[in-house]
């Protein structure tokens, strides 16, 4: 009978290495089974921050090391929450919530953002497909307790019935969240991403349904915030990275619309055609790792299509697009400068793409923020007094409260500098001048 | 005249962020254009440890990030011996020493212990070819100086006319072992492998056209040396990194059997069939880094050759094969289990290795090994005495004697776990016990 | 002649083993021959953080490690202002420098804040006193230059003719403020004032008499200024450490007021002497140090008057106030409180003190502040464009506008506990509320 | 009734902020209040390095801070012995085992070393004293459980029952050393003293009434063997931290001289008379902490005995005796050297020194010693195979053999420098060779 198997615990405990949090510790058998599946493993060949590797040259880290990272902040907000006693805390939940925090980015495909704007798919479907779907996650969740994968899938899309459960991998301040930026400021190197995680850990209460934070610790959770103003705009915006995003969906652009149109591609590696076609299913998105997309490339950089080989041939020896800093261009300089650039033999569509770093899937802080259904996204972050009562923390903070959707107000335009600077006299003067060519 | 490029600077000195050295500053055009080149950049899709991330989840690092490291360190190096005003160092040599740092590794390939194996190949010699041939490197170098290609393809030979030259880059205590500890440690998150950098640069001394050790420094040696004994046990000899070596070798080396039979491979990419051929050109092995590597075995997995396509899957899906500690098996035992697991219809070339750690291109220190033609490969530490005078550092120091040769005297045993514990039942006793299957 | 002693170097560094700057480096026999005064090494016996020692036990840092690494900040600063060749920087004045950020602090007495309370003194005028008096740094800076003494008085007053150099010791980001906070994180153990040093010397530039922040930087100064208000609110402000400021300030009082009267003290060690008559003397300035101001409390422990010995031994056995958060008390209710307490045989001017922590010789960041006399105290921080326009940094980031001059608007009341606690059913219910005795 | 108090913890567990420890963890209300005592509290009084501050500026930290980081170990050691449910361990002795990991430095003097050289007094004695004697922390041990002081007493005499207990705080591998070596690293800045205490602490196991480590973890104790070794070749016996240990043995020895004459001190503060007079009682004892005994030497700076003031001054303004480095001496040479010091003035008794610093009451690592009294001081360390046989670690390990018992073969002759350079031409040739004054 399965529920016995609920006790299981590895006859000895198991640990990984990590530098972000010393070592993580494996305690149950069912853990243990999951990170040894292929689709778990398959997270090596993913990074976590795309293509952040080309500006921080350290960042080439992989979805996997930071999945066990958010099992491990999991599990420990989970024993301190068990050390304190707190009846707020439903016990029985301790398992799901560990293996949600462990296969919550269990879908994620090579360089998600890219291939999720041009493809619109979306890497939270494919991590319920994984759960629900014939695969080794599935067999070793279901044996272990039929109802596991629903539930880990619920947790994930945030209708479980214990919201407190999603709240601990899905909120302001999750353990998805405190990983990545721990472990993305490690591995870059910047060191203004790093923020006290034990004393945070040591504030977190969970009150009526959520996890709340004890008044005391609002500097912590301000400090926690800053570090996450500061990674935003240090790294994750960094116009270097934002360039190669630009490079890597303007290849997909153009291989989609090469394979619309009579185009012959002189290799198509089998992902590859699924993902252009629209037949990808659970087996070829597996197959779709980091590694596959860059030989494809590689493939790439000599076929014909003249854009085509181009763009991949500036991803793969990182020959990226410049970029200028301008104010909200209008709409009629806009044209006028797809015009010019057409002119000088250049594919505007391709050639050039401007980019408000605030169009992001991020957001500093949003206390309250709302989706279209009516439903809150991620809720705020609330203090709880010593007499229980919740306050929401930038009414509190000046500091948070002056970083909530923060925005800068510059656009970046990106483009190809050698052909401007070789055709800058065919340009006119304002065009020089905005391209800084004079 | 190229001459006068000799001192081209930067008009504005250029950062890397990076984690072990904060940041890694450039201050002259051509390390710029060198890091700029599409051979350098390849470096990138290389890890620097191999297998070692499947181990060691964090060593994603690649040899880009050490390369940058080690030019890093070198520069340091030079720029002490500046400022000390020593006359025992050939300042014109700065740049032909920066080079070398930087280029020492742009010959590796994908997994290279493995491949150079088993194809007999050699990253020096590809370096050679990199730095002479039809490449960027080869044109920014000639570039600058049209000597500037052959003088440095000789630092890095070790044929260099400066042996302190030579000595900075390829030494007991050179930029490419420091660096190399200190950023294996840093990601793999291992605190053993680390040491005080700033302390060793402070007591190298040029002398007489090699680089020396204060005698005041001494201790600092020892750290270092310790550093190293630390992380050749606990990292780089890891027997789960050393099975991930054998799955790589055996599969490499089943390939190059089929290629050799009439087998029809189902999928071949162009550089893993040059390889395989022995046709390998310039261009082939610049494509042939990990991302291909690791696609064409996610391609095998399906290739009807069982022997191919289940060492592909494990590889791919962290399978590895587990072992066994024992002493130096006889021939008559080694023969014996062969037989044996043949008989239970396992392939003992594929499914079978002895390994003895030791048998590692590493050693932790070894004064004065010389080659078989003759020449020191390697030469000692010296430690220079207020008095000049010089002695070599195991005979100054116990703890460096007595790790200088060491190594340990157990043989590991690696086999497939799966199919023999099936097949338990069909094994003699001695066997069972052998492999833990009682 | 003195002006070729401006050139003395030492002839062979000498280095400091720093935790926080891992080595301070000293190359000139001018500094090599400060740092061994009698003056300057008394600042080992002079705490850095004064009684923060009883809130953070690791605090124990002397002011003479942080002269030193004000010292090596500055060294830093002023060599890559020389590496960049930056003509607003006046070479000449290197030494200067290095000596005022060496010596800025030579002044400071024992707990500085507490006694310059009580006893309106200043250590900026004792620091002028040493410079100028008869005292071994005196005789070593006339040996080398009879124009120092004064020039460097100048500069640590902020007189000296070349602003620029004064703005390296004092400005609002100067190098005394980057060392106190990257140090005082460091032996507190917290890790929220740390941040990224290199960093900031990387973008500070010298720009028409002041030192100003390349405009890339701001996000750097963001997360220096976001350091300080986490140290502030963390640490220098800790309501533990301001108990024992206050029991501090106390016990001066007390004895002040006693040696004002008729009271014989048993004890009376002639610096404290001194410092009770106003006949403080340079020599006896000099044996003021903590070891004397702690073994006086020791010796007044066992004073007869009861409120110096109670408040004595409450600093040495770390026996402090506690304290209530409460709004701004009005007149009325501060009357009753103290009329109460005196009711139960308390002293209310010894037993009660209301705190308001904003009232500290410490701001954030506060932009342009004017003082009385009509110039400005600590400039404000100013980022210089690439166009050479400079812009006043709070006008650029939200940030640092919302922590500028902010405060919190409660007030801290101390009391001793345990004679309250005794006495409570003899006070009014308010009371007993207001003191959390219910 | 008392064992009921046993179970008495903590409303809400208390934290320390402590830079090695991140936190400290205070959960029972006995730890709380023995923390809170006067005894306690005076080791903030305490340095932990003694003189090393003189060296290594970063070194002020007390045996306040190490004694809070002994019993944070132990914690830890004992929470991991109950999480794996080992039998060998004596769950009923943890509170026994947390107050001695607390308290065993609790009789610790000022510049313990030396006092302890002079007066022949021992600080065992004194914790002994101070635990059974009329004292707040055996009021406070005694409520508690009237077996308390005699059981925490005879755990730091090593004749406790359970010697288990003993050999958490008194073994090669012990809490104490444990906190000492990570927190000295610390405070100096010296990073050669770190090893991965988690490491460690996962490897300890309870096995027959001694604490041994799993064969797995032979190299974790290598490393912390290597630490110990480099840290006391660069820190604890560093050669200026031994000549300020000798000028401070000088005065102690000169002042009880001066006192056994009829020399009348201007200056005797109580607990110096009481220690010069062989009359120290446990008040006394509590009252002679580092602030009075450098306030004592202030005062005897000014004693018209020139030996005296001329030592204290020296120890106050860190003018240092220098040293050279020589063969052991023969009897000839050092009455030699003795009278020609006397001839120019000096007193040999005090301004002559020769230091041998393997003369320690340290060792690195000495497998099995044995005391006089038969009885083993400091058990090997050892190692535990999975078949539960042990084995000695130096028989294991070629690194831990090559160090055991290990010392450097030269002497160290301690002068004052002054007095020698000026009267150089009145001293042999020969002299002058050894003394460096050609």
Redesign the interface.
């Known amino acids: 009978m399965s529920a016995a198997h609920r006790e299981d615990k590895l006859a000895e405990e198991k640990?990984?290495?990590?530098?972000?949090h010393?070592?993580i510790y494996v305690q149950d058998q069912l853990i243990w089974q999951l990170i040894?599946t292929?689709e778990f493993?398959r997270l090596?060949?993913i990074r976590q921050l795309g293509t952040s590797?080309?500006t921080?040259?350290?960042a080439?880290?992989?979805r996997?090391?930071h999945s066990?990272g958010v099992y491990e902040i999991t599990r420990k907000i989970i024993s301190q929450f068990e050390r304190g006693g707190y009846t707020d805390w439903p016990k029985e939940e301790k398992l799901v919530a560990l293996c949600a925090a462990l296969l919550h980015d269990v879908g994620h495909g090579p360089f998600s953002h890219s291939i999720e704007d041009v493809f619109d798919s979306h890497h939270e479907e494919w991590t319920c497909r994984i759960l629900l779907g014939n695969t080794e996650i599935n067999a070793v969740l279901r044996e272990f307790d039929p109802s596991y994968p629903e539930r880990i899938a619920a947790v994930i899309c945030k209708t479980y019935h214990q919201p407190i459960v999603v709240s601990l991998v899905s909120s302001q301040m999750d353990a998805d969240r405190m990983d990545y930026l721990l472990r993305d400021a490690?591995?870059?190197?910047?060191?203004?991403g790093?923020?006290?995680l034990?004393r945070i850990l040591?504030v977190l209460r969970p009150h009526q349904g959520r996890i709340v934070v004890k008044e005391s610790g609002m500097?912590a959770v301000?400090?926690y915030l800053?570090s996450r103003?500061?990674m935003y705009?240090?790294v994750y915006f960094h116009p270097v990275t934002r360039s190669s995003e630009i490079i890597l969906r303007q290849i997909f652009r153009r291989a989609k619309e090469l394979f619309g149109s009579d185009y012959q591609f002189q290799s198509l590696?089998k992902p590859i055609r699924m993902l252009l076609e629209g037949t990808m299913d659970i087996e070829g998105y597996l197959?779709l790792?980091?590694?596959?997309v860059?030989?494809a490339f590689?493939q790439w950089a000599h076929e014909p299509d003249p854009v085509l080989s181009d763009l991949c041939r500036r991803f793969?020896?990182?020959?990226l697009y410049k970029y200028v800093t301008m104010d909200h261009p209008d709409e009629k300089l806009w044209q006028e400068i797809r015009e010019q650039l057409q002119k000088i033999g250049l594919h505007p569509d391709y050639h050039l793409e401007i980019d408000f770093p605030y169009d992001m899937p991020y957001d500093v802080y949003r206390p309250g923020s709302t989706s279209a259904a009516g439903k809150e996204e991620k809720p705020p972050i609330l203090l709880l007094s010593s007499d229980e009562r919740l306050s929401e923390i930038s009414s509190r903070s000046?500091?948070i409260?002056?970083?909530t959707g923060?925005h800068q107000g510059k656009y970046h335009l990106y483009y190809p500098e050698e052909p401007l600077r070789e055709s800058a006299h065919r340009l006119p003067a304002k065009l020089r001048e905005l391209f800084a060519l004079m």
């Open positions: 640990v990984f290495k990590d530098p972000v010393k070592y040894n292929r493993q090596r060949r590797y080309l921080f040259h350290g080439e880290h992989s996997f090391s066990l490690y591995f870059t190197g910047v060191n203004y790093t923020f006290d034990e040591r500097h301000e400090d800053m103003y500061q705009w240090q590696m197959n790792d980091e590694a596959l860059q030989t590689a793969l020896n990182r020959k000046d500091i409260r002056s970083i923060i």
